[in-house]
């Protein structure tokens, strides 16, 4: 088998054979076959694309280059959540301990985030002592007994993706979407879930700008992870504006928190109980959407969801008081509040520039080596459809450098349009996806 009748089967349209897939991916990995053939051929599917079959092929090709982690040991069926990232995206926290308090089991691995703020795993280090790192066998043993573990990424996942994602990156052929649903559903499956419950974003502060562009993705990644065998469902939600009030990681956390005792922002609260009761149905925990949302507003409504967030950051070395606590979290030294000097209705928050302006505090990483600030962040007061007065604040800047604060309070006041006429807040939920 030759790289140059490969790529002369694509750039004819052709579809590609399994063994073909396999022979890319695999020379690839180790270094048999050079960038620029694969560059080649990339160009060549972005322009002629990938059916289904080959598209879930490259998927397993790339999940099984590495590490495929086996949750076997743990009862039941194994839910995972994936999002596709945007700006205040707290819902693991949230997620995590409320599925467990129905009775679903939660075993996730969540990255470190480059980009605006920090991952999952940086939000739970907020809760002073909380480990990420958990050896294999208690991993399991807590998600039997406590029904909750989320742990830093170990091992090599899908290292095919990494190396080819990197080529993508700099030979314009990221935006082909067979090639990012493959991208993001090797890794998900490559974790070792049963099923599988994405939420797409779209808008300003997402990857995908555009409604069609946001469904087309979250359709591939549907077909993919139901081709190969793992029950996927999306769910496509709107990331014009921040997720929440809260952009920061200890900020997040304590929204997180308010949340699962019933006072979080409506939005937050929504889209969070949409993709629960969606995960708790994929694991036949509950047979009906209607059922799974009744008893997770149950468990919001007695304590338990609260209670159960509680046990989990005990179980992995944080300090459980925080919970009730606030000043037990990272706490920034300083507050500004951001002032527009304008009367009239939010008419549009920019979701990347509130992201940037977080960055730019030190919320987030511009590198992987980069330090992250777990105090820093934004606090939104008024969101699309609101009205603001000229001496209002409708932001307020939490930092530690006022270099940096001042820089931050630039991009956010030109994230804000401010109208005379009252607009329509924005839809949250714009389509559910499944088989």
């Known amino acids: 088998m030759r790289m140059y009748d490969i790529i002369e ?20 990995t180790n270094g ?23 598209t879930a092929t490259l998927t397993m090709e790339m999940a099984q280059s590495g590490d495929m982690i086996d949750l076997s040991p743990i009862e039941g069926i194994k839910v995972d959540k994936h999002s596709t990232g945007g700006v205040g995206d707290k819902t693991t926290i949230i997620l995590a301990p409320l599925v467990a308090a129905v009775g679903g089991k939660v075993a996730k691995m969540s990255g470190r985030g480059l980009g605006h703020t920090g991952g999952t795993v940086d939000k739970l280090e907020s809760f002073e ?7 294999e066998e208690a991993f399991f043993e807590q998600v039997n007994k406590h029904h909750i573990a989320v742990v830093g990424q170990s091992g090599e996942l899908a290292p095919a993706d990494k190396k080819l994602y990197a080529l993508r990156d700099v030979t314009a052929t990221v935006d082909n979407m067979s090639l990012i649903a493959s991208s993001i559903m090797s890794k998900k499956i490559a974790s070792g879930a049963d099923a599988i419950c994405l939420d797409v974003k779209c808008g300003s502060g997402a990857f995908m700008k555009s409604l069609e562009d946001a469904k087309a993705l979250a359709h591939a990644m549907v077909d993919i992870g139901n081709h190969v065998g793992r029950h996927t469902m999306a769910v496509v939600s709107d990331m014009n504006q921040p997720l929440g009030y809260a952009v920061g990681n200890a900020l997040e956390v304590i929204e997180a928190i308010e949340t699962l005792k019933g006072n979080g ?33 149950e468990v919001i409504q007695n304590g338990a969801a609260i209670a159960k ?13 925080a919970v009730v606590d606030y000043r037990l979290l990272p706490q920034a030294q300083h507050q500004k509040e951001v002032v527009l000097g304008q009367t009239g209705y939010v008419a549009g928050i920019e979701a990347e520039a509130v992201g940037k302006a977080a960055l730019v505090l030190g919320a987030g990483r511009e590198t992987k080596e980069s ?19 000229s001496d209002e604040a409708v932001a307020t800047i939490y930092y ?9 309070e630039h991009i956010l006041t030109s994230a804000y ?11 949250l939920i714009y389509d559910i996806i499944s088989q």
């Open 371 to 389: 330090q992250i600030d777990l105090a820093v962040g934004i606090v939104i007061h008024k969101k699309v459809g609101e009205k603001v007065e």
């Open 32 to 54: 048999s076959i050079p960038d620029y053939q694969v560059s080649a051929l990339l160009m060549a599917i972005y322009f002629k694309g990938m059916t289904l079959e080959e």
């Open 400 to 408: 530690n450098d006022a270099e940096k604060c001042k820089a931050a």
């Open 129 to 135: 002592g909380f480990k990420v790192e958990i050896p």
């Open 265 to 297: 922002p409506a939005d937050l609260t929504q889209l969070t109980i949409t993709l629960a009761s969606h995960m708790l149905v994929l694991a036949k925990v509950c047979e009906t959407l209607e059922e799974a949302t009744q008893k997770l507003q």
């Open 9 to 28: 089967h694509k750039k004819k349209g052709m579809a590609l054979t399994s063994e073909e897939i396999h022979f890319v991916v695999e020379g690839y």
């Open 417 to 427: 349009t401010i109208s005379d006429e009252k607009v329509q807040p924005h839809t």
């Open 309 to 321: 967030l509680q046990e989990w950051i005990g179980l992995q070395g944080g300090n459980p008081e």
